[in-house]
């Protein structure tokens, strides 16, 4: 597999999702919340191929059934509309015909087919909708040059304390390509879905097929290999929209620049992917897991995860204690085929465990390093060619002061 240089690359300062040619977005208050954002929308000129990657809990939501049920149609959407501070998750069939209530409504505003709107939210499980709120809200959504994609990114959020947005752009077919992001996430953070909600808009033009794979593709690196808590939630998706507008040759699995193109959206997908990482809730650093040396690509991935995961591991660095063996506890019980003879591990460019033995260190440098805001731990476990890299965040007081007030 050819590997394409960042530098190819272009990483845009003020990036957002409406970077991209023929977005529009934006974000109001609606009453879900007291007083901050709560209703946001995604909108595309023209009808944009989509593609979707969904949470693994099996409460899956009604909004995300109902999304998912329009990519499957016809693996296009021209819209999302996004509410924040209700879930709208095990909430029975009144969640299912409310749903798809948003959806219908926001497609005879955008005057588009219901099948070409996808639907989201994110909050408090098990309460109903307010769908007087939401349909005022959705008689407001406005797809003027005027966007707001700002507003979109704070009225997606729940206990996030930043919005996350990104945008890169890249040359193919003589053509300037933009990919943006946007996302929410702060709690309910692991992977195999890291429980967010992730939108990516491109103007490039896409076949559908290899959109999805490499959505999957990207996701199974990124925003699969984040951790904050460990819970897994009910709503979470990430949904990539190309709407063509660029009308570059049309991408896919055999163009020549196909690999550029992947390379940028999982530029994008990380950067959202550490942005939450980073904010996750109480969350003072972040950590970065590398893990080099394994015998598959599933040892690595799952190595890395189980350290990332491991609260051991990440009260440890909230208390800036450069305690190895928990880190080393964590790859052992990966429950992957590993060498602890052959086990190396760093704490940044720290050594403290060599060929499985303990390597004397001075632990003030330890604590000094872990007193910083990023913080990186190196695992190789020195029995072969495959690696992995996982994001998570130090587990803190506040933490659990968040979660017992959720609901108050």
């Known amino acids: 597999m050819v590997t394409v240089q960042t530098e190819a690359i272009e990483l845009l300062k003020e990036g957002h999702v409406t970077t991209p040619k023929g977005f529009t977005a934006g974000g109001i208050h609606c009453g879900i919340r007291k007083k901050r954002r709560d209703f946001g929308w995604i909108y595309s000129e023209t009808p944009a191929v989509a593609a979707g990657v969904y949470t693994m809990n099996a409460f899956q939501a009604a909004p995300l059934k109902v999304t998912k049920r329009a990519i499957a149609e016809s693996n296009q959407l021209q819209a999302i509309i996004v509410n924040a501070g209700v879930a709208n998750a095990c909430t029975g069939q009144q969640g299912d015909i409310d749903a798809e209530e948003m959806q219908q409504n926001a497609a005879s505003i955008l005057n588009i087919p219901a099948s070409y709107v996808g639907v989201a939210s994110t909050g408090v499980i098990g309460t109903p909708l307010p769908m007087d709120k939401i349909n005022t809200a959705i008689q407001e959504i406005s797809i003027t040059n005027e966007s707001a994609p700002h507003h979109f990114a704070d009225a997606i959020l729940t206990t996030d304390t930043v919005t996350k947005q990104v945008a890169v752009q890249i040359e193919i077919d003589g053509k300037t390509i933009t990919i943006g992001g946007a996302a929410k996430g702060s709690g309910m953070i692991h992977p195999n879905m890291a429980t967010m909600l992730g939108f990516i808009t491109t103007d ?58 992947v390379d940028a959206l999982n530029m994008v997908s990380e950067e959202l992917a550490k942005m939450i990482a980073r904010d996750g809730e109480g969350a003072t650093k972040l950590i970065e897991v590398n893990v080099k040396g394994a015998p598959s690509q ?51 460019e720290i050594s403290v465990v060599k060929d499985g033995v303990p390597v004397a260190f001075n632990e003030l440098d330890g604590k000094h390093y872990l007193q910083q805001k990023d913080i990186t731990i190196q695992v190789n476990l020195q029995d072969g060619p495959y690696n992995a890299t996982a994001w998570g965040c130090d587990l803190t007081y506040d933490y659990v002061k968040i979660n017992a007030s959720y609901r108050t």
């Open 204 to 261: 490039a033009a896409v076949e559908a097929d290899s959109l999805q794979l490499a959505l999957k593709q990207t996701t199974d690196k990124t925003f699969n290999m984040i951790t904050v808590d460990g819970d897994c939630s009910t709503n979470d998706m990430v949904i990539v929209m190309a709407n063509g507008m660029q009308e570059n040759k049309v991408l896919n699995v055999s163009h020549p620049q196909w690999r550029l193109f």
């Open 298 to 348: 599933e040892t690595a991935s799952q190595v890395a995860k189980a350290v990332i995961s491991s609260n051991l591991v990440k009260t440890a660095i909230y208390g800036a204690d450069p305690n190895w063996g928990r880190i080393v506890c964590a790859v052992g019980y990966s429950e992957q085929p590993i060498d602890p003879n052959k086990v190396c591990v760093a704490i940044g």
